[in-house]
């Protein structure tokens, strides 16, 4: 039986608990730019430029320069490795960017996908092994956060027991390593869009993913109040004839969350995982508005949702990035007010309503 020892330090408590709410503070959410450099690759390549160090850093520093406004809805933003170390034109480190700017940074921890052996065609993520090491290295540099992303594919058997352990597990081990060395651990169990199941399948597939995340985060002894959770909204798979309205999955998100996260949780960040920008923001509105039970701050940490109109702007030249900054507080604005539940449908962009889903996306 675990002994009341099994609690971190309360210095180590106190940490985490302030970092895990100032993150998801009213009104706030989360900037996600940890594409690792084969995702960002691609992004490059639409704009038509080489996936280069440099390239690379020339759109991260057109995010990180936005206008000091963007900390009024981003309290936080996911850094891929690279980024941590990059700097601006003029020679100061993004670190310091985002810390003059009162943006929290964070580092993506997981070392991608591989093959699941002998279960249903599904994955599992590494980088566990020297984990405690990295989390050491981030906290120096000045991340205060991570996060890992565990992805569940729904099929006719699937996901399978197998995968919804391995997913529970190893979010609970990546989970209480960050805390050890500091870092609030954001836990992603990401149920995909991939496929064609109706809205009760999803919502079920993430009542029994989250089930077994909680008792996995728990036999770790996890300090809740120092995490955050990153799930997917509940929605109709992609390939479902007919989409839900955001009030359908506003009330489906709310209920399988309530049956699944525990109240001592501060806060709920969610991915956006192909949705379209529009779609995003008026689904966490509709969330945020449910007459439902919310005893958790229920907000964004969106990669595509928040970038997508970024880089129909931006197209790889110098001369647009201004007008791209704009796209980006733009969006952060309506999320944000999304957060509140107050977004009234009018800061549309230039992406819009155009779907950011791509089947087995990487990030
Ligand atoms: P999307 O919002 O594009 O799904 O990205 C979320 C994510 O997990 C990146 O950190």
Redesign the pocket.
Known sequence: MPTHFSYPPPALQDELKKTAETIVAPGKGIL????TNEGIGKLLASVGLQNTENNRRRYRQLLFTTDDSLSDYVSAT?LFDETVYQKTEDGTPFMQVLKKKNIIPGI?LDKDVVPLFLSEDEITTQGLDDLAKRCAEYKKQGCRFA?W?CPLKIGEHTPSVQAIEDTAHVLARYASICQSEGLVPIV?P?VLLDGDHDIVRAQKVTEVALAALYKALNDHHVYLEGTLL?PNMVTPGQGYPKKSTPEQVAQATVTALLRGVPAAVPGIA??????SEEE?TANLNAINRVNLKKPWALTF???????ASVWKTWAGKDENVKRAQLELLKRAKANGLASRGSYDGILTSSAGDKS?FSKN?K?
């Open positions: 996600a730019v940890d594409e996911i993506k996060k992303r992603e990401d990153k969610f991915l956006s995982g192909g949705q995003a940490s969106y990669g595509r949702a928040l970038q950011n996306h990030y």
